[in-house]
């Protein structure tokens, strides 16, 4: 059965959303070399494609989404990732891949993150990069609420962590070739709007015609080429960020609020 497509998260590897598919899964992979032993939070998992990347760590799988955590094979839990009904000090790790851009108040995640993560504990945090995603000036994506430049994620993760080392997504030149033309279409559609009036159509609407054109240009007309990539289309580097896909922050040191327990 053909899957139901939406850009809130990754549910297929077919057509030409192969590239994104991949591009997550070199996220788990790199965190799996990064992280500790020891139970892991997977903060905003959705279906959980990539989790058992990070065996043997037992994992626990947390979305807002009951359908997209139905059917793992795991213990996961239905929860916005800005109120956790963990304890304090639960996990070892936390990976967040691609979820902090989802709320507009990212800053109540990373406290929480904090505070279910033990002291020497590691807290992984993967999102877009603003400066290369879609438009610098603008958040195009409407499933998203917040965009981070290097800087930005930097001074988000170090008011909550002691430390906060960033490193970059970055793509291969089969990769690039493709962005270079989905972003060329993105503009010109952009173009038939230059006074940016596409800001006054509700959030649920654009969400709905957003849908539709990666339908569109992902399955019905999907690139050939698109099949071709692969995990390792995607390394990961520490410079020169500002170009990178992706941004990762690898963060220690929890620095827990006085007012959580």
Same mark, same amino acid.
């Given at each position: ?30 965190a ?15 279906t959980?494609?990539s ?13 807002i ?18 109120e ?6 639960s ?9 902090l851009e ?12 904090a ?9 992984l ?23 981070f ?10 008011a ?14 089969? @990769?690039?070739?493709?962005? =270079?033309?989905?972003? /060329? *279409? $993105? #503009?010109?559609?952009?173009? &038939?709007d ?13 969400? @709905?015609?957003?849908?539709? =054109?990666?339908?569109? /240009? *992902? $399955? #019905?007309?999907?690139?050939? &080429?698109?099949a ?30 006085p007012?959580?327990?």
């Amino acid at each position: 059965m053909r899957p139901r497509v939406t850009g809130e998260r990754v549910v297929t590897r077919e057509g030409a959303f192969n590239p994104t598919w991949q591009r997550h899964v070199a996220a788990y992979a790199y965190a799996a070399e990064v992280l500790g032993p020891g139970r892991v939070l997977d903060l905003g998992c959705g279906t959980g494609h990539s989790f058992h990347l990070l065996a043997p760590r037992e994992t626990v799988g947390v979305d807002i989404d009951a359908g997209a955590l139905a059917g793992q094979e795991r213990e996961t839990v239905v929860a916005d990732m800005r109120e956790l009904p963990f304890p304090g000090s639960s996990f070892e790790s936390v990976v967040a891949a691609q979820s902090l851009e989802h709320v507009p108040d990212p800053e109540r995640v990373l406290a929480e993150v904090a505070r279910v993560l033990r002291r020497d504990g590691t807290a992984l945090f993967v999102t877009p990069n603003r400066l290369t995603f879609a438009k610098p000036d603008e958040i195009i994506d409407p499933y998203h609420h917040v965009e981070f430049d290097r800087r930005e994620l930097r001074e988000l993760c170090e008011a909550h962590f002691g430390s906060a080392d960033l490193r970059g997504v970055f793509g291969s030149e089969r @990769y690039m070739e493709l962005h =270079r033309d989905e972003r /060329e *279409r $993105l #503009d010109a559609l952009l173009r &038939r709007d230059p006074l940016r009036l596409r800001g006054l159509i509700p959030r649920r609407v654009r969400q @709905y015609l957003y849908d539709r =054109r990666l339908s569109h /240009e *992902r $399955l #019905d007309r999907g690139d050939p &080429r698109a099949a071709a990539i692969e995990v390792e289309d995607f390394p990961i580097r520490s410079e020169p960020l500002d170009e990178s896909l992706d941004l990762i922050a690898i963060c220690r040191e929890p620095r827990r609020s006085p007012y959580l327990t």
